[in-house]
């Protein structure tokens, strides 16, 4: 239940949040297309410019019907349709950066096509995205798919194949952007049963945006996020912590060269918290833990986002970090990560195997060494990140290259009567007009004697 001083901190929280609407990140790769549109230009709901995508061999255009298609913005009323495999070619300027690839769907019919039927592989510079993906009917539209990739050569190359099933792939929307420098690092803690350890390699790795929580906070719209983000409220991940409070902060946040910037996050994250403060003279005995579902046999990044806002002075709080009820941190001091400076944000990445298990659970509470009469636990934001396996896939154990030979196999099974009719066909010919041109030679007895 929201206190009288809960509804004060939210109503300087509202009162400033206009301040926090975020600033567009310029990165030199920049890449909105409306895929299938006829308008050279579309604004969408965000004021973010998409232009339109040119017709091809390998696709056409859809536009769906005004009955069938309930969203208000534009780049969901048309789609690029593929009967084979089709390519977009993004020139990349950013070589060697990490690049966000979102993938729009919003499927639609019309009196020719039904995308509600659509089944298809989405391959990306050498990674397999998505393997035979169809838009399930229960959730709720659009459905964005979000990665990050290692771009190594001149290009982003996304290609669509459709599967043997359903013979069609569709997308809506495609955007392409190069990532801040300080989105990935490439060092991380491997957390496991009984261990704990620094490991290396990750801007080697892809990545899968899965959870993006605003923790204690509201939704976050791309127009709050540099990076056009969508951040959502944690109280459906939230399952202990009964004592916790959300907290809202309406002062400024502190940036530091080498810290955490608002391409990791924005303000509206790191002004809000979920917060455990000790009642009284005696410290909590309970830690605040959220849970999030996974797929198995993934490996996952775990980035929890940290902003002490609600200590009244430094070295004042202390805490403790699980990772799968597993220590992740003990006695985390921000005054001492952030170099004496409140409300500076500091975020840590953790990387947890989910070979066995579907979720993933993360905990904050006080440790030892916490202070009574205090925050006893802050949490500002979580983010979970699929990394994509050895395999080079998010999605299976199908590598990008056999989605491709697959495609050629059924390319030839389907040549292959062909050819085998036109090889028998050949054959009959010949041994007709072998058959016509035999006779049999005369026999005499002069040719022949006892």
């Not at 947890?352 to 202070?371: M, R, T």
């Not at 059924?410 to 028998?424: D, E, G, K, S, T």
Request: hydrophobic letters at 40%; one cysteine or more; proline letters at 4%.
């Amino acid at each position: 239940m929201l206190t009288i001083k809960m509804l004060r901190h939210l109503a300087l929280f509202l009162s400033t949040s206009l301040l926090f609407a975020a600033s567009a990140f310029s990165g030199e790769d920049l890449y909105l297309i409306n895929c299938g549109s006829a308008s050279a230009k579309t604004l969408d709901a965000d004021h973010r410019v998409f232009t339109a995508d040119h017709r091809d061999r390998n696709k056409f255009h859809l536009q769906a019907t005004e009955s069938s298609i309930s969203c208000l913005s534009p780049l969901y009323s048309t789609a690029a349709v593929f009967h084979r495999r089709g390519s977009y070619v993004f020139p990349v300027v950013d070589r060697g950066l990490h690049h966000t690839v979102r993938l729009h769907f919003y499927p639609f019919e019309n009196e020719f096509y039904s995308l509600f039927h659509a089944e298809f592989h989405v391959v990306a510079n050498g990674l397999l995205l998505l393997g035979n993906f169809s838009v399930p009917g229960n959730v709720s539209l659009p459905v964005i798919k979000e990665f990050l990739i290692p771009v190594d050569s001149n290009e982003v190359k996304v290609s669509f194949v459709p599967s043997r099933n359903s013979k069609i792939g569709f997308v809506n929307a495609i955007e392409v952007i190069s990532a801040p420098r300080d989105l990935i690092a490439d060092v991380a803690q491997f957390i496991d049963v009984g261990v704990n350890e620094r490991i290396y390699g990750l801007l080697r790795s892809g990545f899968q945006a899965v959870y993006r929580v605003n923790v204690g906070g509201f939704k976050l719209t791309p127009f709050n996020d540099s990076l056009w983000r969508t951040w959502v409220p944690d109280d459906e991940y939230l399952i202990g912590g009964g004592s916790s409070q959300p907290f809202y902060f309406s002062g400024h946040i502190n940036y530091r060269d080498g810290g955490a910037s608002r391409e990791v996050a924005p303000d509206n994250v790191y002004s809000t918290a979920r917060v455990l403060r000790s009642s009284g003279s005696s410290v909590p005995n309970e830690n605040v833990t959220w849970s999030f579902d996974v797929e198995k046999g993934y490996k996952y990044m775990v980035r929890m986002h940290f902003c002490d806002i609600a200590s009244i002075s430094l070295n004042s709080l202390y805490f403790n970090v699980y990772i799968n009820e597993q220590l992740a941190y003990e006695n985390l001091d921000l005054s001492d990560i952030t170099s004496g400076q409140l409300a500076s944000p500091f975020y840590a990445d953790f990387v947890v195997d989910a070979q066995s298990s579907d979720n993933i659970v993360v905990s904050v509470g006080p440790s030892k060494i916490s202070l009574p009469k205090g925050v006893g636990a802050i949490l500002n934001g979580v983010e979970v990140w699929k990394m994509n396996n050895s395999m080079g896939s998010f999605d299976g154990d199908a590598t990008a290259a056999f989605v491709g030979r697959r495609i050629h196999l059924n390319r030839l099974c389907v040549l292959m009567p062909l050819i085998a009719a036109v090889c028998l066909l050949i054959f009959l010919m010949h041994k007709q007009r072998d058959h016509q041109g035999w006779r049999q030679l005369p026999m005499t007895s002069s040719n022949y004697s006892k």
